[in-house]
């Protein structure tokens, strides 16, 4: 007998590459038989659908660790750093770092 009456399966690679990987994997129960082409023409269609919706996860989390990173880099900065917006006249400088 199968786990759970799963009898056949179908894989999508949504994501692959050398330091991420990304897969998707459908299971089909026994009550709806084997998987067949019409499955795989509508797996076909969702495919572009699923990759960008990784894609675009992927892009968040690394927007995310880049400004972590930058953060970090800043406040080890062991000079005090002032930011300037445009056509600003004055401006509050950052803290000095502490040790």
């Known amino acids: 007998m ?3 009456d ?4 179908i894989s999508l ?3 692959p ?3 991420r990987y990304a897969e998707v994997t459908l299971g089909r129960h026994k009550g709806f038989g084997l998987i067949g082409d019409r499955e795989v023409r509508l797996l076909r269609l969702l495919a572009p659908h699923l990759r960008r919706a990784v894609i675009i996860s992927d892009l968040i989390d690394m927007k ?3 400004a972590e990173m930058l953060s ?3 406040d ?4 005090e750093l002032s930011c300037y917006p445009k056509r600003a006249r004055s401006c509050m400088p950052t803290a000095p770092p502490t040790a």
Not at 76 to 79: A, E, N, Q, V
């Open 2 to 4: 199968a786990v759970a």
């Open 6 to 9: 799963i009898i056949d399966g």
């Open 13 to 15: 690679h949504l994501m």
């Open 17 to 19: 590459g050398p330091d």
């Open 64 to 66: 995310s660790i880049e």
């Open 72 to 74: 970090h880099t800043l």
């Open 76 to 79: 080890r900065c062991p000079l």
